[in-house]
């Protein structure tokens, strides 16, 4: 069931036109990817979901209901933008951020020393917010978001400048938020992130919506007909393959005639006796399909 | 989470932070200490001066025209205070403070017998000056007066002084005793009555003259500093989350209505706590005003000093949206100042048109001024202290409605550039404000 529905959103900036009728649902618990180069438009989408900026025409409804401010307590946002109070404790700054999405004095205490055991930070607590190092101060900005346990979470570049370590903590809290039914909108440029992460994506580019579904789909859509094959002898030759291309050690990619799908091949090489250890249908990264539609929206 | 409970919380959050800043304490605590010790620094020649002062400063006379018949030093008259002055220093219990005070006479008049006598004491400086009476004064009524060739400041009190004694010696043994006083001191007390235009009377001493400008004096400078005070905070409290980029996590948890209403009470309370206890420190620091006032039976502008603290607080929500409104569209502290600092001009406007209306309290520009939500609030008081007769109810009410009308307005107003301004970078232009406003209210 969508737990957000944009309905084609426009938005302009005087003569610039930052969203042209964008429309897309995220579902309940999903990791939903919010993909698309700088300046096409997700940040506009983003504050408009939070009230932030109005859009010039659309509508845009959270939980089956059209949006308002009593919504906001439900959800969670990490702007790309974002700061702390420098001069103020960590607990501090945290309990602020629980209290305003509703949460009592305690409650904001008890959950902000939680949240910083959960990013490993207990130790932070009552430093200032100008002690802590860069990466420090993003996992308390994370954690301050997630206290309140909102239903409805948007990430903006989450990770940016974490290193692997804590590049992984960070996905773990969001894979655990996806397992209690929790939904994150996951705004970022790291396509490992998108791979390995996301159920579901929308690219935007130019203001407009470019690519939006499954990110397994997406990726065959733009995939090309190959499949990756690790024998251990030389492959025979065999109808569905048009071209066979060694790839060093024994492995092979495959192109597959038209109309030939990987099963096929997977068939043919079996009934032909090939001793093969491997067998994949190569995917088109996300990468490669981000770079591709950019640059095909360019054109 | 309801809108007030959200609003609490904000304006809990800014007060806290604001009076927990060392800066904040500083001032609120400091600021006292250190006018005290100005004041010492200033106080201390004036001390000195006042001591010296009081040894009383010896003048001359050559009596050629034998009217005052001095025997010897002959000191002048202690100054006269009014009774109501004096019957209030009593009350308060100062009145030996006060009788010390006045023990010593400020000149003494010394004979001699020859002008050039006299003209040796002065050069020599053993005298202040002398006065020579000719032999033809009665006759002519010129008296000629030596001083030091220096100036003296004091020498026109000397000279009145020297009046009351010729005034005493022209007429004593000619005139009876009791119309001799009346001749030398013809207006030795007062007592002073006000007819209101129900033709009641009313007390119009100097005291309650002082009080009733007092009050709405009082309240003007009052609100003044607090609006002044003040805007610096909310200006801080806004560039602070300009630079620390929490604008947008604040507008993804709470309305720029509800975060305009928070940090207006949380950093106006804590400006406005700043000048109580500045108040507190004066009032408590032993001037002893309001023991004086609850003991001289002065009538109380008491409807002013009841509508004072509602319009007070209402007027100030009024500048301080707006402040933070149009501060909040600039780039940074000192443009966002600048920006706001045409509300301070205009809540100063009452205070720099006050001799215009102390001169006609209930006139055409009063009346003007009580319906202009700038100046309604201060004007209503000054009214109501300076003649509360004058002033009708219905002006009171219009008057509170009007202010209420546009403080609600204000606020809608400054929270709608507030928006605009907190996610601007830089200084938006007019017609992206007005585009800005013009979407927000939809």
């Known amino acids: ?69 009593a919504h906001l307590d439900r959800l969670g946002y990490l702007p790309e933008e974002r700061g702390l109070y420098t001069k103020l404790t960590v607990v501090d700054v945290m309990m602020y951020f629980g209290a305003l999405k509703g949460l009592t004095r305690p409650e904001a205490r008890r959950r902000a020393i939680e949240w910083l055991t959960r990013v490993e930070l207990p130790h932070v607590a009552s430093w200032k917010i100008d002690r802590l190092s860069k990466g420090m101060s993003q996992k308390v900005q994370i954690a301050a978001v997630l206290l309140s346990d909102p239903e409805l979470c948007v990430l903006d570049e989450p990770t940016t400048g974490l290193d692997p370590v804590n590049v992984r903590l960070v996905q773990d809290l969001l894979v655990e938020r996806r397992r209690n039914g929790r939904t994150t909108i996951l705004s970022t440029h790291q396509m490992n992130q998108v791979e390995a992460l996301c159920d579901r994506v929308a690219l935007i580019h130019q203001g407009r919506l470019m690519v939006y579904g499954a990110v397994h789909d997406v990726r065959r859509r733009y995939s090309r007909p190959e499949v990756l094959v690790h024998a251990r002898a030389p492959l025979p030759e065999i109808p569905p393959v048009s071209d066979a291309i060694p790839d060093g050690d024994g492995k092979w990619r495959l192109m597959l005639e038209d109309g030939a799908a990987p099963a096929d091949v997977l068939g043919a090489l079996v009934r032909a006796g090939a001793a093969i250890d491997h067998f994949e249908p190569i995917l088109a990264p996300m990468e490669d399909i981000f770079f591709r539609v950019v640059r095909e929206g360019q054109a | 989470m309801n809108r007030s409970r959200k609003v609490w919380t904000i304006a809990t ?42 040894e009383a400063s010896v003048y001359g006379v050559v009596d050629d025209a034998r009217v005052l018949d001095l025997r010897g030093d002959t000191p002048s008259e202690r100054p006269q205070i009014p009774e109501e002055v004096k019957r209030m220093v009593d009350r308060v219990g100062q009145a030996r403070a006060l009788e010390e005070e006045l023990t010593n006479a400020e000149f003494i008049f010394r004979p001699f017998a020859s002008e050039a006598e006299a003209r040796t004491a002065l050069a020599n400086r053993t005298l202040k000056g002398y006065f020579v009476l000719p032999r033809d004064y009665v006759e002519k009524g010129v008296v000629d007066v030596y001083t030091q060739d220096q100036i003296n400041l004091a020498g026109d009190s000397a000279r009145g002084a020297f009046a009351d004694l010729l005034r005493e010696g022209l007429v004593k043994g000619r005139l009876a005793d009791q119309l001799s006083d009346r001749v030398v001191h013809p207006l030795k007390d007062e007592r002073s009555f006000s007819v209101t235009r129900t033709g009641e009377l009313v007390d119009s001493s100097v005291t309650a003259e002082v009080v009733r400008v007092a009050v709405p004096l009082v309240f003007m400078v009052l609100f003044l500093l607090s609006v002044l005070m003040t805007s610096g905070y909310l200006m801080q409290g806004t560039a602070t989350e300009k630079e620390n980029k929490v604008v947008e996590v604040l507008l993804a948890s709470a309305d720029p209505e509800q975060i305009l209403s928070g940090k207006l009470l949380g950093l106006g309370g804590a400006g406005l ?9 004066v009032v408590g620091g032993g001037f002893g005003i309001v023991p004086l006032l609850m003991t001289s039976n002065i009538e109380m502008p008491w409807l002013a000093l009841a509508l004072a603290i509602p319009l007070f607080l209402i007027a100030f929500l009024f500048f301080g949206s707006l402040m933070l409104g149009t501060g909040s569209l600039g780039s940074n502290m000192r443009e966002a100042q600048q ?11 009452p205070m720099m048109m006050m001799a215009a209306l102390l001169r006609e309290p209930h006139g055409i520009v009063s009346r003007v ?30 008057s509170f409605a009007i202010l209420m009308i546009s403080t609600w307005i204000a606020i809608r107003i400054g929270a709608r550039l507030f928006r605009v301004g907190l996610l601007a970078s830089s200084r938006p232009k007019l017609r992206e404000i007005l585009r800005q406003a013009r979407l927000s209210s939809s």
């Open chain 1, 1 to 69: 069931m969508a737990v957000l529905a944009f309905g084609d959103i426009v938005k302009s900036y005087g003569t610039t036109m930052a969203l042209r009728g964008v429309s897309f649902d995220v579902n309940g618990g999903e990791i939903f990817g919010l993909l698309g180069p700088n300046g096409a438009g997700k940040s506009t989408l983003i504050r408009i979901l939070m009230d932030i900026i109005r859009p010039d025409s659309g509508q845009v409804r959270v939980f089956g209901e059209p949006r308002t401010r």
């Open chain 2, 13 to 54: 959050f800014e007060f806290l932070t604001a009076v927990k800043r060392p800066g904040y304490l500083i001032t609120t605590f400091g600021m006292p200490v250190f006018m005290a010790l100005y004041a010492g620094v200033v106080a201390l020649p004036a001390y000195f001066a006042t001591r010296a002062a009081r």
């Open chain 2, 273 to 281: 706590l700043q000048v109580a206890v500045w108040m507190l420190l």
């Open chain 2, 339 to 349: 920006l706001a600092m045409v509300w301070s001009l205009m809540a100063a406007l």
């Open chain 2, 369 to 398: 001024m009580t319906f202009l939500p700038v100046s309604a609030a201060p004007l209503i008081i000054f009214r109501a202290s300076t003649d509360r007769a004058a002033l009708a109810w219905w002006e009171v009410a219009v």
